[in-house]
Structures are given as structure tokens and as C-alpha cells.
């Protein structure tokens, strides 16, 4: 919280220089003219400048079985590709970078995390015939993490995966199956997988540098619209597609099966955004989400009020 109220501070002088003007010196190559934003007083500085989050490129993995930092409750992001080895991408190191850019056999992915709306999505990096590497703008839009590619420098919105200002404007990232989960249950279930390194960045990993957030009662950088049938903004919520099922749903159900998908849930993974040390934040469980088939379905799970602001006309699945 003493890190939130610094950046609080920010919110000013974020909001006055929600004019494309004024970031062209910083944004030379992006395209200003192009884009889908009609309010540009959505965009916020974060705090850092470009790149002040670090992105990551060429991590380096070590066998599951070597790592001896990670505490068994520690979320991690698992990527599974088809004939390859599962690896776990830790929050410990996502918190400090949210932007991985990574290459999994032939394939290019990017694991990002926006510890704000608590969104964990994983991506294909290859668009028009070419492959886009990712960094962190500094830049917030209902609170939520806007990424730019270095080739382009275009702007995207992290949550929906979609370019919002710049050459590549209404171009849709793939999402690609990924999920978060203990470091217990990706051991537990991938003794043979791989896990990403430590980076070797100057950083706190492993403690949560936004300690209470998920206990708060608004979010933070956020003005839009609470989340409607009194769904606490904060609650984390499962969004397949334009749908969502509450926590609170799935943990007291465990398994849910509707609108063809299958939601199940179990106890052992600690809140990222909880207490001031990662591996001790309370239990909030971890979820898979299959197609009745039995295949992992691309999703993810984020607080209430993130997936009102980027799906307003979204189902809300209730009891």
C-alpha cells in the first residue's frame, strides 16, 4: 500500500498529459494518427517511463527439480505447447517485468502480467507475417498495463490483447492456453518441466510490491464503472471470451460446467497481491478452464472491475 499511495501522487500529472502532443518527443515512431482511442484522458502515466518496468527477452529455464528459490504456494504461469516441455513462467520475476518474451520451440510467445487487474494472458507474437517483440509503456488505461512492440512502436491493451494506437490499431494478438497455478501443482504435475531463471535484474523477487491491493475497496488509476450485481470490484473473476464466473462461485462449486466449457478449481496458490512476501499471501486457489473435450481454452483471471471496463456488454455467470 505505501507503494500505491506513492504512485497515487502520479494520478495528476497522468491525467494532464493525456495528450498525444505531449508524448510524440518520447514516442517518436508512433503513430498518433492511427487509432481507437476517443478519450485520450483514458491514458495514464503509471509511474515509470517507457521501459521502466523492464521487459524480459531470451530468459533462461533451469529443471523444475534445480529450483530451490520458489516457496510450493508461489504462483507461476504455466505454458503448455504440444511437444514441448511445460515451463513456468514464476510471478516473483512477472511482478518486476509483466513482459517475457520468449520462444518455445518454433513458436514466439510473450507471458505478460498486470499485477493491477491481477491479468495473466500469454500470446502468439507473430503478426502480418512478422514476429513482434514486447516492452512495458509505462502507460495505464483503466488500469490496466498498455505493452508497445519495438518494431512498430504501436501501442496495445494487455487485457484484450489488441492494438489501440499506432500501425498495428484493431490488430488481435492469438491467445494462446495458459493458466496459473502453484509452483507445488506445476512440479507436482511436470517433475520433468522447465522454470524460468532469475533474471539477472536488481530487483526484490519475491516480494509484492503492491502489499493489500486485492483487499482494497476501488482499484487503483481506475474511474470507470463498478461492476454490476454487487461483485466487489477487487474479486477475481474467470473470464472465458465476453464471460465471466466469479471466485467466489467456482471455489464454493470447484467444478462448473456450462456455456460448453468446463471451469474447475482447487486450494494451494497464494495472492501475488496480498501480503508483503509473495509465498505467504492467503490461499486464493487456482483454476483450469477445458472445452468439453477435455482441451485447455485460452482465459483468464482478473478482477471484477477490469472485465466490466473491457466488456461492459459481458455475461456475468451467476448462480
Known amino acids: 500500500m505505501r507503494v500505491i499511495a506513492t504512485l497515487a501522487a502520479m494520478v495528476f500529472a497522468g491525467s494532464v498529459a493525456a495528450d498525444p502532443g505531449f508524448w510524440k518527443h518520447e514516442w517518436p515512431k508512433t503513430d498518433f494518427a492511427q487509432t481507437s482511442i476517443t478519450n485520450w484522458v483514458e491514458i495514464m502515466s503509471g509511474g515509470p517511463p517507457k521501459d521502466g518496468i523492464p521487459a524480459l527477452s531470451d530468459p533462461q529455464f533451469i529443471e523444475a527439480a534445480q529450483e530451490q528459490r520458489i516457496q510450493p504456494s508461489e504462483p507461476v504461469i504455466t505454458v503448455k505447447i504440444e511437444g514441448e516441455r511445460p515451463r513456468a513462467y514464476p510471478i516473483r520475476y512477472l511482478t518486476w517485468h509483466e513482459i517475457v518474451n520468449d520462444q518455445i520451440g518454433d513458436l514466439p510467445v510473450a507471458v505478460t502480467f498486470c499485477p493491477l487487474c491481477n491479468s495473466g494472458i500469454t500470446f502468439d507474437r507473430r503478426v502480418q507475417g512478422r514476429v513482434l517483440s514486447f516492452g512495458v509503456s509505462g502507460k495505464l488505461r483503466k488500469s490496466d498495463m498498455v505493452m508497445y512492440d519495438r518494431e512498430t512502436e504501436s501501442w496495445w491493451q494487455q487485457a484484450i490483447g489488441e492494438g489501440i494506437v499506432g500501425e498495428m490499431t484493431g490488430v488481435e494478438l492469438d491467445t494462446l492456453p495458459s493458466w496459473m497455478e502453484s509452483w507445488a501443482q506445476f512440479t507436482a504435475r511436470n517433475p520433468d518441466g522447465l522454470v524460468m531463471a532469475e533474471p539477472p535484474w536488481n530487483r526484490p523477487y519475491g516480494r509484492n510490491p503492491y502489499r493489500g491491493y486485492d483487499s482494497s475497496h476501488r482499484p487503483f488509476l481506475y474511474s470507470g464503472e463498478m461492476p454490476p450485481h454487487d461483485i466487489p470490484p477487487l474479486m477475481r473473476v474467470v473470464r472465458v471470451g465476453d464471460r465471466a464466473w466469479t471466485m467466489a462461485r467456482l471455489a464454493k ?38 472445452d468439453g473435450q477435455g482441451r485447455d481454452l485460452p482465459h483468464d483471471v482478473m478482477f471484477a472491475f477490469a472485465f466490466h471496463a473491457f466488456w461492459p456488454e459481458g455475461t456475468w455467470m451467476l448462480n
Open 253 to 290: 462449486e470447484q467444478e462448473i460446467s456450462e456455456a460448453g466449457v468446463v471451469l474447475s478449481w482447487k486450494p494451494g496458490q497464494a495472492s501475488a497481491l496480498d501480503t508483503d512476501s509473495i509465498a505467504k499471501g492467503r490461499d486464493v486457489g487456482s483454476v483450469r478452464v477445458k
